[in-house]
């Protein structure tokens, strides 16, 4: 069973940045599609991003190019979420996400981290 832990969350001022990293156990990292989710106060969980079993394939909400990146480390057994130019309505819960494929980690994942706290003040 893969085991997913996220870590980098926290405060940061309108205008800032974050990373966010998720540690992933277990023996097949490498052959697991990984995503990113946002869930704000009152609002729906929300897809942030998913990053392909090698890196070479990314796909990001189309609100959230240009601010959001995510990247990964097989080696590490790492998924990164480079959050720049944030905002307060970037408030939220982010949890990492694995599953066998892109498609899959959109649409549900089979693996979820406990999530971490992002707060964007004004």
């Known amino acids: 069973q893969v085991q997913l832990v996220e870590s980098g969350g926290g405060l940061v001022q309108a205008g800032g940045s974050l990373r966010l990293s998720c540690s992933a156990s277990g023996r097949t990292f490498s052959s697991t599609a990984m995503g990113w989710f946002r869930q704000a106060p009152g609002k729906e969980r929300e897809f942030v991003a998913a990053?392909?079993?090698?890196?070479?394939?990314?796909y990001s909400e189309d609100s959230l190019k240009g601010r959001f990146t995510i990247s990964r480390d097989n080696a590490k057994n790492t998924v990164y979420l480079q959050m720049n130019s944030l905002k307060p309505e970037d408030t939220a819960v982010y949890y990492c996400?694995?599953?066998?494929?892109?498609?899959?980690?959109?649409?549900?994942?089979?693996?979820w981290g406990q999530g971490t706290q992002v707060t964007v003040s004004s």
């Open positions: 996400a694995g599953g066998p494929m892109m498609s899959t980690v959109r649409v549900r994942p089979a693996y």
């Open positions: 990053i392909g079993t090698s890196g070479a394939s990314t």
